[in-house]
């Protein structure tokens, strides 16, 4: 079992910016995909973005592409979503999730999932 534990969602004002780190304690996170996922009311979870094992390669989801950064801190052994320009349509639960072994755009994909953080963007 790999824990996961998102934090740094809040609220901010349109066109506002916020950074959520993602750790997995007793992990090598560089060893593992990591990636985030947002769920916003009435709606199904979605990709964000992920960060390839080893290598750090990064992917998006279009609505957030120019705009969100996953990044990964070896040293702190953290995974970062910097979220920039936000927009309401960005409020959701923001997950961060793990694998071993594969990352994707799919959620049923990922076998670790963190608790939740909320991120609100008001107009």
């Known amino acids: 079992q790999v824990q996961v534990v998102e934090s740094g969602g809040g609220l901010v004002q349109t066109g506002g910016s916020l950074r959520l780190s993602c750790v997995a304690p007793g992990r090598t996170i560089s060893s593992m995909f990591m990636g985030w996922f947002r769920q916003a009311p009435g709606k199904e979870r979605e990709f964000v973005a992920y960060?390839?094992?080893?290598?750090?390669?990064?992917y998006y989801a279009d609505p957030v592409k120019g705009r969100f950064t996953i990044s990964r801190d070896n040293a702190k052994n953290t995974v970062y979503l910097q979220m920039n320009s936000l927009k309401p349509e960005d409020t959701a639960i923001y997950y961060c999730a793990a694998d071993l072994r594969m990352g994707s755009g799919q959620r049923d994909t990922w076998n670790y999932w963190g608790q939740g953080t909320q991120v609100t963007v008001s107009s």
């Open positions: 960060i390839i094992r080893g290598a750090g390669t990064a």
